[in-house]
Antibody, heavy 120, light 110 residues
Framework: QVQLVQSGAEVKKPGSSVKVSCKAS????????ITWVRQAPGQGLEWMGR????????NYAPKFQGRLSITADKSTTTAYMELSSLRSEDTAVYYC?????????????WGQGTPVTVSS | SSELTQDPAVSVALGQTVRITCQGD??????ASWYQQKPGQAPLLVIY???NRPSGIPDRFSGSSSGNTASLTITGAQAEDEADYHC?????????????FGGGTKLTVL
């Protein structure tokens, strides 16, 4: 079965960067997109961006443009989300999810989440 | 508009029917998908497309859409359905591509 396994919790200083990994297994990595979503404490879900691994094409939410980089390594079926210039408001749980490309759009498998705490 | 609007909280008596709604301009063009999230857990896809349920999702969950509003209906709510429910759709602008979530609805089963 499809599994997305994310890297462990991170604690970062303001102004630094964090890189979270998402290893996919049990499916055809290149046939889907990988999306990144975050959830601040007590808040809703926020779409950050996505990558189509087979093409290397990325799309980012406007608020993260210039600060967010999503990459993928087809050889290890792993996607990465790197967020730079961290501030306290970036404290959240970060999720990766598999996206079925083409309408209808949906995210059918999710990673377990990676807590990121930004604190001085 | 790039926003999806949900009621923050809804309650339902055990065994009764509840409808959770999601409003936004993008829903005139794209179907919503719905996610159930329990405390400390990752979201779980419950409805996608016109009215599709992934394997393992009970048939008491159904979806519908009209105009700029998508709805998730739970017919005969169970105690285990108490959770946050999030809607999502592709954004209404063609380029750049983006997706958007609603603010989430906390469902309480009484």
């Amino acid at each position: 079965q499809v599994q997305l396994v994310q890297s462990g919790a991170e604690v970062k200083k303001p102004g630094s960067s964090v890189k979270v990994s998402c290893k996919a297994s049990g499916g055809t990595f290149s046939s889907y997109a990988i999306t990144w979503v975050r959830q601040a404490p007590g808040q809703g879900l926020e779409w950050m961006g996505r990558i189509i691994p087979i093409l290397g094409v990325t799309n980012y939410a406007p608020k993260f443009q210039g600060r967010l980089s999503i990459t993928a390594d087809k050889s290890t079926t792993t996607a990465y989300m790197e967020l730079s210039s961290l501030r306290s408001e970036d404290t959240a749980v970060y999720y990766c999810a598999r996206e079925e490309m083409g309408s209808p759009y949906y995210f059918d498998y999710w990673g377990q989440g990676t807590p990121v705490t930004v604190s001085s | 508009s790039s926003e999806l609007t949900q009621d923050p909280a809804v309650s339902v008596a055990l065994g009764q029917t509840v409808r959770i709604t999601c409003q936004g301009d993008s829903l005139r063009t794209y179907y919503a998908s719905w996610y159930q999230q329990k405390p400390g857990q990752a979201p779980l896809l419950v409805i996608y497309g016109k009215n599709n349920r992934p394997s393992g999702i009970p048939d008491r969950f159904s979806g519908s859409s009209s105009g700029n509003t998508a709805s998730l209906t739970i017919t005969g709510a169970q105690a285990e359905d108490e959770a946050d429910y999030h809607c999502n759709s592709r954004g209404s602008s063609g380029n750049p591509l983006y997706w958007v979530f609603g603010g989430g609805t906390k469902l309480t089963v009484l």
